[in-house]
Protein backbone atom coordinates (compact mmCIF):
# COMPACT_ATOMS: atom_id res chain seq x y z
CA UNK A 1 0.00 0.00 0.00
CA UNK A 2 1.55 3.82 -0.95
CA UNK A 3 2.37 5.91 1.68
CA UNK A 4 0.17 8.93 1.87
CA UNK A 5 1.60 12.34 2.13
CA UNK A 6 2.20 13.68 5.20
CA UNK A 7 -0.92 15.50 6.87
CA UNK A 8 -3.21 14.44 4.31
CA UNK A 9 -6.11 13.67 6.40
CA UNK A 10 -5.12 16.73 8.76
CA UNK A 11 -5.53 19.08 5.55
CA UNK A 12 -8.58 17.83 4.45
CA UNK A 13 -10.30 18.21 8.19
CA UNK A 14 -9.34 21.69 7.92
CA UNK A 15 -10.53 22.50 4.47
CA UNK A 16 -13.68 20.72 5.15
CA UNK A 17 -14.45 22.36 8.37
CA UNK A 18 -13.52 25.95 6.14
CA UNK A 19 -16.10 25.01 3.25
CA UNK A 20 -18.93 24.28 5.82
CA UNK A 21 -18.27 27.31 7.02
CA UNK A 22 -19.02 29.08 4.41
CA UNK A 23 -21.61 27.07 3.06
CA UNK A 24 -23.43 27.68 6.33
CA UNK A 25 -23.68 31.00 6.10
CA UNK A 26 -25.13 31.57 3.00
CA UNK A 27 -27.73 28.60 3.22
CA UNK A 28 -28.90 30.92 6.40
CA UNK A 29 -28.54 34.04 4.81
CA UNK A 30 -30.12 33.20 1.04
CA UNK A 31 -34.11 33.27 2.49
CA UNK A 32 -33.48 36.60 4.37
CA UNK A 33 -32.17 38.71 1.23
CA UNK A 34 -35.34 40.58 1.78
CA UNK A 35 -36.39 40.82 5.29
CA UNK A 36 -33.05 40.59 7.13
CA UNK A 37 -30.28 42.93 5.35
CA UNK A 38 -28.35 42.28 8.84
CA UNK A 39 -28.19 38.91 8.53
CA UNK A 40 -27.05 38.58 5.26
CA UNK A 41 -24.07 41.33 5.65
CA UNK A 42 -22.72 39.38 8.58
CA UNK A 43 -23.15 36.35 5.97
CA UNK A 44 -20.91 37.80 3.37
CA UNK A 45 -18.50 39.19 5.88
CA UNK A 46 -17.92 35.53 7.54
CA UNK A 47 -17.70 34.19 4.11
CA UNK A 48 -15.08 37.14 3.18
CA UNK A 49 -12.95 36.07 6.27
CA UNK A 50 -13.20 32.17 5.72
CA UNK A 51 -12.30 32.32 2.45
CA UNK A 52 -9.34 35.09 2.99
CA UNK A 53 -8.11 32.54 5.22
CA UNK A 54 -8.44 29.55 2.63
CA UNK A 55 -6.57 32.47 0.16
CA UNK A 56 -3.53 33.30 1.96
CA UNK A 57 -2.43 29.73 2.04
CA UNK A 58 -0.86 29.38 5.26
CA UNK A 59 -0.91 25.57 5.36
CA UNK A 60 1.70 25.20 8.10
CA UNK A 61 -0.17 27.89 10.65
CA UNK A 62 -3.58 25.64 9.76
CA UNK A 63 -1.89 22.71 10.49
CA UNK A 64 -0.74 23.05 13.93
CA UNK B 1 -5.14 -1.28 -27.40
CA UNK B 2 -5.70 0.68 -24.45
CA UNK B 3 -5.78 -0.08 -20.69
CA UNK B 4 -8.80 -1.29 -19.35
CA UNK B 5 -8.21 -2.20 -16.01
CA UNK B 6 -10.07 -0.30 -12.67
CA UNK B 7 -7.68 0.67 -10.54
CA UNK B 8 -8.28 1.36 -6.84
CA UNK B 9 -6.30 3.21 -4.19
CA UNK B 10 -4.91 -0.42 -2.61
CA UNK B 11 -3.62 -1.30 -6.31
CA UNK B 12 -1.99 1.88 -7.09
CA UNK B 13 1.63 1.06 -5.53
CA UNK B 14 1.37 -2.01 -7.92
CA UNK B 15 1.50 0.26 -11.13
CA UNK B 16 3.72 1.10 -13.34
CA UNK B 17 5.71 4.24 -13.18
CA UNK B 18 4.11 5.86 -15.89
CA UNK B 19 0.95 5.27 -14.52
CA UNK B 20 1.91 6.52 -11.16
CA UNK B 21 3.80 9.65 -12.68
CA UNK B 22 0.66 10.67 -15.21
CA UNK B 23 -1.84 9.93 -12.48
CA UNK B 24 0.40 12.29 -10.04
CA UNK B 25 0.68 14.61 -12.56
CA UNK B 26 -3.05 15.10 -13.48
CA UNK B 27 -4.73 15.42 -10.02
CA UNK B 28 -2.17 18.36 -9.30
CA UNK B 29 -2.70 20.36 -12.24
CA UNK B 30 -6.74 19.46 -11.76
CA UNK B 31 -5.97 21.00 -7.94
CA UNK B 32 -4.05 23.77 -8.86
CA UNK B 33 -7.20 24.80 -11.76
CA UNK B 34 -9.69 24.45 -8.67
CA UNK B 35 -7.61 26.85 -5.99
CA UNK B 36 -6.82 29.36 -9.30
CA UNK B 37 -10.79 29.84 -9.65
CA UNK B 38 -11.45 31.34 -6.54
CA UNK B 39 -7.97 32.76 -6.78
CA UNK B 40 -9.32 34.88 -9.84
CA UNK B 41 -12.16 36.45 -8.08
CA UNK B 42 -12.52 36.11 -4.62
CA UNK B 43 -10.42 39.40 -4.07
CA UNK B 44 -12.30 41.78 -5.96
CA UNK B 45 -15.47 40.13 -6.96
CA UNK B 46 -17.16 38.92 -3.29
CA UNK B 47 -16.92 42.64 -2.12
CA UNK B 48 -18.17 44.16 -5.29
CA UNK B 49 -20.80 41.63 -6.91
CA UNK B 50 -24.03 43.65 -8.12
CA UNK B 51 -26.21 42.65 -5.21
CA UNK B 52 -26.51 40.93 -2.26
CA UNK B 53 -27.58 37.47 -3.65
CA UNK B 54 -24.69 37.87 -5.61
CA UNK B 55 -22.46 38.47 -3.67
CA UNK B 56 -23.45 35.46 -1.44
CA UNK B 57 -23.48 33.19 -4.76
CA UNK B 58 -20.05 33.96 -5.52
CA UNK B 59 -19.03 33.29 -1.80
CA UNK B 60 -21.07 29.91 -2.40
CA UNK B 61 -19.24 29.12 -5.95
CA UNK B 62 -15.97 29.97 -4.54
CA UNK B 63 -16.51 27.32 -1.71
CA UNK B 64 -17.50 24.79 -3.75
CA UNK B 65 -14.67 25.39 -6.11
CA UNK B 66 -12.27 24.84 -2.63
CA UNK B 67 -14.16 21.76 -2.16
CA UNK B 68 -13.36 20.63 -5.41
CA UNK B 69 -9.84 21.42 -4.38
CA UNK B 70 -9.73 19.38 -1.32
CA UNK B 71 -11.10 16.57 -3.08
CA UNK B 72 -8.38 16.40 -5.18
CA UNK B 73 -6.04 17.33 -2.34
CA UNK B 74 -6.94 14.18 -0.37
CA UNK B 75 -6.67 12.47 -3.57
CA UNK B 76 -3.27 13.60 -4.45
CA UNK B 77 -2.37 12.78 -0.74
CA UNK B 78 -3.53 9.44 -0.41
CA UNK B 79 -1.31 8.10 -3.43
CA UNK B 80 1.96 10.22 -1.36
CA UNK B 81 1.66 13.67 -3.87
CA UNK B 82 1.46 16.62 -1.88
CA UNK B 83 -0.24 19.28 -3.25
CA UNK B 84 -0.59 21.84 -0.74
CA UNK B 85 2.14 23.89 -2.32
CA UNK B 86 -0.73 25.53 -4.45
CA UNK B 87 -2.95 26.90 -1.99
CA UNK B 88 0.33 29.18 -1.05
CA UNK B 89 1.03 30.30 -5.19
CA UNK B 90 0.75 33.20 -6.12
CA UNK B 91 -1.92 33.81 -9.79
CA UNK B 92 1.61 33.88 -11.50
CA UNK B 93 2.33 30.45 -10.30
CA UNK B 94 -0.03 28.44 -11.54
CA UNK B 95 0.24 25.71 -14.84
CA UNK B 96 -2.72 27.03 -16.66
CA UNK B 97 -2.17 30.26 -18.29
CA UNK B 98 -5.70 31.12 -17.84
CA UNK B 99 -5.29 31.31 -14.07
CA UNK B 100 -2.20 33.99 -14.39
CA UNK B 101 -4.49 36.95 -13.81
CA UNK B 102 -7.50 38.16 -11.52
CA UNK B 103 -10.92 39.02 -12.21
CA UNK B 104 -11.83 42.59 -11.59
CA UNK B 105 -15.49 43.38 -13.33
CA UNK B 106 -18.79 41.09 -13.12
CA UNK B 107 -19.20 41.07 -16.10
CA UNK B 108 -15.40 39.35 -16.09
CA UNK B 109 -16.71 36.75 -13.33
CA UNK B 110 -19.52 36.02 -15.14
CA UNK B 111 -17.82 35.04 -18.60
CA UNK B 112 -15.30 33.22 -16.60
CA UNK B 113 -18.57 30.87 -15.44
CA UNK B 114 -19.93 30.61 -18.83
CA UNK B 115 -16.84 29.68 -20.81
CA UNK B 116 -13.79 28.77 -18.12
CA UNK B 117 -15.82 26.41 -16.14
CA UNK B 118 -16.95 25.00 -19.14
CA UNK B 119 -13.63 23.55 -20.04
CA UNK B 120 -13.62 22.95 -16.53
CA UNK B 121 -16.32 20.78 -16.70
CA UNK B 122 -14.72 18.80 -20.37
CA UNK B 123 -11.59 18.29 -17.86
CA UNK B 124 -13.68 16.36 -15.25
CA UNK B 125 -15.74 14.65 -18.11
CA UNK B 126 -12.62 13.01 -19.00
CA UNK B 127 -12.23 11.03 -15.76
CA UNK B 128 -15.70 9.35 -16.18
CA UNK B 129 -15.36 6.16 -16.04
CA UNK B 130 -11.37 6.17 -15.71
CA UNK B 131 -9.22 3.44 -15.06
CA UNK B 132 -8.53 4.86 -11.41
CA UNK B 133 -11.74 4.67 -9.60
CA UNK B 134 -11.26 7.21 -6.99
CA UNK B 135 -11.02 9.86 -9.62
CA UNK B 136 -13.92 8.49 -11.62
CA UNK B 137 -16.06 8.81 -8.30
CA UNK B 138 -14.55 11.86 -6.63
CA UNK B 139 -15.76 14.18 -10.65
CA UNK B 140 -19.08 12.36 -10.36
CA UNK B 141 -19.66 14.35 -7.16
CA UNK B 142 -17.94 17.83 -8.58
CA UNK B 143 -19.40 17.47 -11.50
CA UNK B 144 -23.47 18.58 -10.70
CA UNK B 145 -21.53 21.86 -8.99
CA UNK B 146 -19.86 22.69 -11.99
CA UNK B 147 -23.14 22.84 -13.78
CA UNK B 148 -24.07 25.31 -11.73
CA UNK B 149 -21.29 27.67 -12.40
CA UNK B 150 -21.88 27.37 -15.87
CA UNK B 151 -25.47 28.01 -15.55
CA UNK B 152 -25.05 30.90 -13.51
CA UNK B 153 -22.60 32.24 -15.98
CA UNK B 154 -24.08 31.72 -19.13
CA UNK B 155 -27.32 33.40 -18.01
CA UNK B 156 -25.55 35.93 -16.15
CA UNK B 157 -23.63 36.83 -19.82
CA UNK B 158 -26.77 36.73 -22.00
CA UNK B 159 -28.86 38.74 -19.63
CA UNK B 160 -25.67 41.55 -19.95
CA UNK B 161 -25.92 41.06 -23.98
CA UNK B 162 -29.45 41.09 -23.95
CA UNK B 163 -29.57 45.05 -22.38
CA UNK B 164 -27.49 45.95 -25.47
CA UNK B 165 -25.41 49.17 -25.37
CA UNK B 166 -22.95 49.62 -23.30
CA UNK B 167 -23.83 46.11 -21.13
CA UNK B 168 -23.28 44.01 -24.30
CA UNK B 169 -19.95 45.87 -24.96
CA UNK B 170 -18.69 44.73 -21.59
CA UNK B 171 -19.90 41.23 -21.90
CA UNK B 172 -18.43 40.91 -25.90
CA UNK B 173 -14.65 42.40 -24.56
CA UNK B 174 -15.20 39.72 -21.40
CA UNK B 175 -15.49 36.74 -23.81
CA UNK B 176 -13.44 37.91 -26.72
CA UNK B 177 -11.03 37.61 -23.49
CA UNK B 178 -11.40 34.36 -22.08
CA UNK B 179 -12.73 32.52 -25.11
CA UNK B 180 -8.87 32.26 -26.66
CA UNK B 181 -8.08 31.56 -23.24
CA UNK B 182 -10.36 28.75 -22.83
CA UNK B 183 -9.35 27.15 -25.92
CA UNK B 184 -5.93 26.81 -24.93
CA UNK B 185 -6.72 25.25 -21.88
CA UNK B 186 -7.09 21.96 -23.44
CA UNK B 187 -3.61 21.87 -24.37
CA UNK B 188 -1.61 21.58 -27.39
CA UNK B 189 -3.00 19.25 -30.01
CA UNK B 190 -0.16 17.04 -30.54
CA UNK B 191 1.14 16.57 -27.07
CA UNK B 192 3.23 13.23 -26.35
CA UNK B 193 1.49 13.30 -22.71
CA UNK B 194 -2.43 13.49 -24.27
CA UNK B 195 -1.59 9.93 -25.70
CA UNK B 196 -0.24 9.00 -22.91
CA UNK B 197 -3.23 9.08 -20.53
CA UNK B 198 -5.41 7.85 -23.34
CA UNK B 199 -3.41 4.69 -23.11
CA UNK B 200 -3.53 4.69 -19.60
CA UNK B 201 -7.41 4.95 -19.44
CA UNK B 202 -7.00 8.01 -17.61
CA UNK B 203 -8.63 10.33 -19.91
CA UNK B 204 -10.71 9.84 -22.85
CA UNK B 205 -10.75 11.95 -25.77
CA UNK B 206 -7.24 14.01 -27.61
CA UNK B 207 -6.74 17.38 -26.38
CA UNK B 208 -7.83 18.45 -30.08
CA UNK B 209 -10.99 16.59 -29.88
CA UNK B 210 -11.89 17.79 -26.52
CA UNK B 211 -11.20 21.74 -27.84
CA UNK B 212 -13.42 20.39 -30.94
CA UNK B 213 -16.46 19.60 -29.03
CA UNK B 214 -16.15 22.28 -26.89
CA UNK B 215 -15.99 24.66 -29.55
CA UNK B 216 -19.30 23.05 -30.77
CA UNK B 217 -21.27 23.86 -28.24
CA UNK B 218 -19.92 27.21 -26.91
CA UNK B 219 -19.85 28.45 -30.54
CA UNK B 220 -23.74 28.53 -30.87
CA UNK B 221 -24.39 29.86 -27.61
CA UNK B 222 -22.15 32.85 -28.37
CA UNK B 223 -23.94 33.66 -31.29
CA UNK B 224 -27.44 33.11 -29.51
CA UNK B 225 -26.69 35.76 -27.25
CA UNK B 226 -26.05 37.96 -30.27
CA UNK B 227 -22.29 38.03 -29.52
CA UNK B 228 -19.67 37.68 -32.09
CA UNK B 229 -17.57 34.67 -32.25
CA UNK B 230 -14.05 35.46 -31.49
CA UNK B 231 -11.27 34.74 -33.45
CA UNK B 232 -10.08 31.20 -32.48
CA UNK B 233 -6.20 31.40 -33.61
CA UNK B 234 -5.41 34.78 -32.83
CA UNK B 235 -3.82 35.59 -29.29
CA UNK B 236 -3.50 31.17 -29.07
CA UNK B 237 -0.98 30.15 -27.17
CA UNK B 238 -1.06 26.44 -27.82
CA UNK B 239 -2.34 25.07 -31.21
Redesign the interface.
Known sequence: ?????????E??DY??D??RA??S??DT??PH?ADD?KR??Q??ED??EV??T??A???DEWLE | MAFAEKIELKDFDKMDQEYKDLLSRIITIQSDCEIGGPHLYVEHILPTAPTKAFQLVVARTAAEEIDHFRKMARMAGDIGTDVSHVLRWSNQERYVEAFRTHITTWEGFAVFGFLVDRVGKYQLDEFLDCSYVPLDRAVRTMLPEEDGHIDFGTNATAEMALKGGESKERAQKAVNYWYVKSLDMFGNSGGYRSERFREWGIKRRSNAQAREEYIAEVNPLIAKMGLEIPDPIEGRLYL
Open positions: MVTAAPHTVLDLRMIVYAVARLPVDAISELGIMGKV
